[in-house]
């Protein structure tokens, strides 16, 4: 949506937090009017380690912060504003540069200043790897008792579902629950097709609320580079509607989905 709007190639799409807060709090508007219940802030890529990878100047303390009051701003009474947390912006020792520890503290830092800023929950999300998804959790819960909810990202093999670092979901999504995530789940990489199986794997695995946030398929490269996803809304919804019924208490969407998906979800649940 921000790209429609603008956003080039290669430019941190946390920024406009600071440069273009009328955008981000259109697109919030547009999907709590569609019927949603949480928006996430614009941090997903907000850790001061992501942030000076991508050049960005601005400190990651005004980023954030704005990330949240343009959220709130733009919110309706009783509606909800998730703090959006995404990879530290490097991987983990042996593969890349980052300690558990640093890793923690950058997650740990971001996390101060979202909830100082009011958020009502934390969505750590697109984790491939369990040892970062940890110490995001670790690291948030180091700073608040805000709930924390962490969704990984899985593909699906010959042998089962299992993330590129070869984490399987049911093991993953115990740990999780264990060490102080509140909601645990699965989003992006996928389509709601495949996220039905997934999410009957999650679902048993947990006692505690689980969040399914599919893709609307994966995504497809036009000629002049331009990016769509091939499920409809309709088709899209339908897949949700049988992750509702496994028992999923938090259902969204990830990649591709606009405000139309969540609209039509919405509809489904509230006939």
Same mark, same amino acid.
Not at 8 to 37: C, K, M, Q
Not at 188 to 201: H, I, Q, R, W
């Given at each position: 949506?921000?790209?429609?709007?603008?956003?080039?190639?290669?430019?941190?799409?946390?920024?406009?937090?600071?440069?273009?807060?009328?955008?981000?709090?259109?697109?919030?508007?547009?999907?709590?009017?569609?019927?949603? +219940?949480?928006?996430?802030?614009?941090?997903?890529?907000?850790?001061?380690?992501? &942030?000076?990878?991508?050049?960005?100047?601005?400190?990651?303390?005004?980023?954030?912060?704005?990330?949240?009051?343009?959220?709130?701003?733009?919110?309706?009474?009783?509606?909800?504003?998730?703090? +959006?947390?995404?990879?530290?912006? +490097?991987?983990?020792?042996?593969? =890349?540069?980052?300690?558990?520890?640093?890793?923690?503290?950058?997650?740990?830092?971001?996390?101060?200043? &979202?909830?100082?800023? =009011?958020?009502?929950?934390?969505?750590?999300?697109?984790?491939?790897? &369990?040892?970062?998804?940890?110490?995001?959790?670790? =690291?948030?819960?180091?700073?608040? +008792?805000?709930?924390?909810?962490?969704?990984?990202?899985?593909?699906?093999?010959?042998?089962?579902?299992?993330?590129?670092?070869?984490?399987?979901?049911?093991?993953?999504?115990?740990?999780?629950?264990?060490?102080?995530?509140?909601?645990? =789940?699965?989003?992006?990489?996928?389509?709601?097709?495949?996220?039905?199986?997934?999410?009957?794997?999650?679902?048993?695995?947990?006692?505690?609320?689980?969040?399914?946030?599919?893709?609307?398929?994966?995504?497809?490269?036009?000629?002049?580079?331009?990016? !769509?996803?091939?499920?409809?809304?309709?088709?899209?919804?339908?897949?949700?509607?049988?992750?509702?019924? &496994?028992?999923?208490?938090?259902?969204?969407?990830?990649?591709?989905?606009?405000?139309?998906?969540?609209? !039509?979800?919405?509809?489904?649940?509230?006939?």
């Amino acid at each position: 949506m921000l790209i429609a709007k603008g956003l080039a190639g290669g430019d941190a799409p946390e920024r406009w937090n600071l440069t273009r807060p009328e955008a981000i709090g259109e697109v919030h508007s547009a999907y709590f009017e569609a019927g949603a +219940d949480v928006a996430t802030t614009n941090t997903f890529g907000a850790s001061a380690v992501k &942030l000076a990878k991508m050049g960005v100047t601005e400190t990651m303390e005004e980023i954030n912060r704005a990330g949240v009051e343009v959220a709130r701003a733009n919110a309706a009474p009783g509606k909800f504003i998730a703090g +959006d947390i995404g990879e530290a912006g +490097d991987m983990l020792a042996p593969m =890349g540069p980052l300690s558990q520890e640093d890793a923690r503290a950058c997650f740990s830092d971001q996390a101060r200043i &979202l909830a100082d800023a =009011g958020v009502d929950i934390f969505i750590v999300e697109t984790q491939f790897d &369990l040892n970062m998804a940890l110490a995001a959790v670790h =690291g948030i819960r180091s700073v608040t +008792d805000t709930p924390i909810a962490c969704t990984m990202t899985f593909k699906q093999t010959p042998k089962g579902f299992f993330t590129i670092m070869g984490n399987p979901p049911a093991e993953s999504m115990r740990t999780l629950a264990g060490e102080g995530a509140s909601v645990v =789940g699965a989003n992006c990489a996928m389509g709601s097709d495949t996220m039905v199986e997934l999410a009957g794997v999650i679902r048993e695995a947990v006692d505690i609320p689980v969040m399914i946030q599919p893709n609307a398929g994966l995504p497809q490269a036009g000629p002049d580079q331009t990016v !769509t996803y091939p499920e409809s809304a309709e088709f899209f919804a339908d897949n949700l509607m049988k992750i509702k019924s &496994l028992g999923v208490e938090v259902v969204g969407g990830c990649c591709g989905t606009t405000p139309a998906y969540i609209r !039509t979800i919405h509809d489904r649940l509230n006939p």
